[in-house]
């Protein structure tokens, strides 16, 4: 090792010491939940490789999670977590599974967590970590009393908000990242990135489109081919054409799926205008247009109808390779950009 390289292990080392002893893991890098992907092999992955992964329950049953947990748990003897969607009508029974147990973080996504679900998670001893789509919110949870922040931007791949990871970061982190641990995602695909949001102040990073095409993930062959071919500009929201009919933006890699969802939209419309529907049949009808459609692309390899969820940073994933090799990449690019820094 040369001294700038050991300067910059040394000031990486330092600067996740936060989000590590939050963690339990090696290094403060999380593996974002990624529904169908981030099952048992890529979890355990992960955590064996010094990151930390995160079971994605999705619309799991209380009963799948359950397995799941206890499969993950016989791959790995080292810390992972669990991610809920807060709008899932069992949550509690989730919850429940998730304290049985005995995981020790447990991630909500998709909203407002509801009245009690942060002091039944937190009665099982396990930490909470939330996600704080602006400031304003971020504040919100904390006084709620939840033990760190997840800082999301509009780069990432899924379910997405309004505003870029790098304005939510200037704009999150100075306020309150002397509070909790705060873990920023979207956009991440190298160490130089990482390095420069944990100079700003954060604990961490949650990544989740650079380890799609891991050896480990079990990601249909299609659908890491259709990463490995896609660059950033292929990674789009989703598109809302009429102000009645809410469509929830999702970034995804263009196909005929993204394109019939656009006609189906007109269609949808058009009957509306028509009075051929109610109001609430038609919204219904777009809201469960992608239904199933994720599975259908990760598992299936349906990769021209179903859902290919990614990120901005699809462009930077190039091969199929380990997930030890991909942390240790980003580690070595963190550790360097951090050892040129003047002293
Ligand atoms: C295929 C895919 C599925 C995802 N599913 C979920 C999910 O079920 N729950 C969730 O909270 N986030 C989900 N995400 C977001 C990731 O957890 C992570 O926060 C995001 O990928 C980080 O941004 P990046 O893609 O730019 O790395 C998903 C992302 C992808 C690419």
């Known amino acids: 090792m040369t001294q700038t390289s050991s300067i910059g292990a040394a000031r990486l080392s330092a600067r996740m010491a936060r989000g590590t002893a939050f963690l339990g893991s090696e290094t403060a890098i999380i593996c974002g939940a990624m529904s169908w992907v981030s099952e048992r092999h890529l979890v355990s992955a992960i955590s064996n490789a010094g990151g930390f992964g995160l079971i994605a329950c999705g619309a799991m049953t209380p009963e799948l999670l359950d397995a799941e947990i206890a499969a993950t748990k016989t791959m790995t003897d080292k810390p992972f977590g669990v991610n809920l969607i807060t709008m899932h009508p069992g949550l509690f029974d989730l919850i429940a599974v998730c304290a049985k147990h005995q995981v020790t973080h447990v991630v909500l996504a998709g909203g407002l967590p509801p009245a009690g679900a942060l002091d039944a998670i937190k009665a099982s001893g396990a930490k909470v970590v939330c996600f704080a789509p602006a400031l304003s919110l971020a504040k919100k949870l904390i006084r709620s009393g939840v033990d760190a922040l997840v800082v999301e931007g509009m780069e990432a791949g899924g379910h997405i908000?309004?505003?870029?990871?790098?304005?939510?970061?200037?704009?999150?982190?100075?306020?309150?990242?002397?509070?909790?641990?705060?873990?920023?995602?979207?956009?991440?695909?190298?160490?130089?990135?990482?390095?420069?949001?944990?100079?700003?102040?954060?604990?961490?990073?949650?990544?989740?489109?650079?380890?799609?095409?891991?050896?480990?993930?079990?990601?249909?062959?299609?659908?890491?081919?259709?990463?490995?071919?896609?660059?950033?500009?292929?990674?789009?929201?989703?598109?809302?054409i009429d102000p009645r009919l809410p469509v929830i933006p999702v970034r995804a890699l263009k196909n005929a799926g993204g394109e019939l969802f656009t006609a189906k939209q007109r269609e949808v419309a058009q009957l509306l205008d028509e009075g051929k529907v109610a109001m609430a049949e038609a919204q219904l009808q777009i809201e469960h247009y992608w239904a199933g459609a994720l599975r259908r692309a990760v598992i299936d390899g349906d990769v021209e109808h179903g859902s290919l969820m990614a990120g901005q940073s699809v462009g930077m994933v190039t091969k199929e390779e380990p997930v030890a090799e991909i942390i240790a990449l980003l580690m070595a690019e963190a550790a360097t950009a951090l050892g040129q820094r003047a002293a």
Request: proline fraction near 4%; charged fraction near 20%.
């Open 161 to 240: 908000g309004p505003v870029s990871t790098s304005v939510l970061a200037q704009e999150i982190l100075p306020e309150v990242a002397d509070k909790v641990p705060v873990f920023v995602a979207g956009g991440i695909g190298r160490g130089e990135a990482i390095a420069a949001y944990l100079d700003m102040g954060a604990a961490g990073v949650q990544l989740g489109t650079r380890f799609v095409c891991a050896t480990e993930s079990i990601a249909h062959a299609n659908f890491k081919k259709a990463f490995l071919r896609a660059s950033a500009r292929d990674a789009v929201a989703s598109v809302q």
